[in-house]
Nanobody, 117 residues
Framework: QVQLVESGGGSVQPGGSLRLSCAASGRIFAIYAMGWHRQAPGKQRELVAITTSGGTTNYADSVKGRFTISRDNSKNTAYLQMNSLKPEDTAVYYC???????????WGQGTQVTVSS
C-alpha cells in the first residue's frame, strides 16, 4: 500500500506564507502526477496545482502567481509553496498522486490551512 503524509498546514495572517509537503511511502507505483487540491467548508474539492513527470505544471487561476508546486522525485515528495495568502485560501488541502495506469490514485489525509487576521 501507498501512504501519503502531509505536513506544513497551520494558521497564518493574510499576506503570509506556508509551505506544504506531501511524502509518499510504501509500495509506490510509478508516479505520473502529484497534485494539491483543497476543499473549503460548504464547497466542492478543487484542484489547486499539479505537476507531471514531464515537468508540466498547472494552477488554478485563483492561485497563479502566488502558489508554486514542486516535486523531488528522489524523495517521492511534492511541495506547495503558498505566498500572499488570502482568507479565501482557507481550506483543507489534500495531496494526491496518480500513476500511469487507470486506478492508480492515492489521496492524503488532508491538512488544514487557515488564513485569518
Amino acid at each position: 500500500q501507498v501512504q501519503l503524509v502531509e505536513s506544513g498546514g497551520g494558521s497564518v495572517q493574510p499576506g503570509g506564507s506556508l509551505r506544504l509537503s506531501c511524502a509518499a511511502s510504501g509500495r509506490i507505483f510509478a508516479i505520473y502526477a502529484m497534485g494539491w487540491h483543497r476543499q473549503a467548508p460548504g464547497k466542492q474539492r478543487e484542484l489547486v496545482a499539479i505537476t507531471t513527470s514531464g515537468g508540466t505544471t498547472n494552477y488554478a487561476d485563483s492561485v497563479k502567481g502566488r502558489f508554486t508546486i514542486s516535486r523531488d522525485n528522489s524523495k517521492n515528495t511534492a511541495y506547495l509553496q503558498m505566498n500572499s495568502l488570502k482568507p479565501e485560501d482557507t481550506a483543507v488541502y489534500y495531496c494526491r498522486i496518480q500513476g500511469y495506469d487507470v486506478g492508480e490514485s492515492v489521496w492524503g489525509q488532508g491538512t488544514q490551512v487557515t488564513v485569518s487576521s
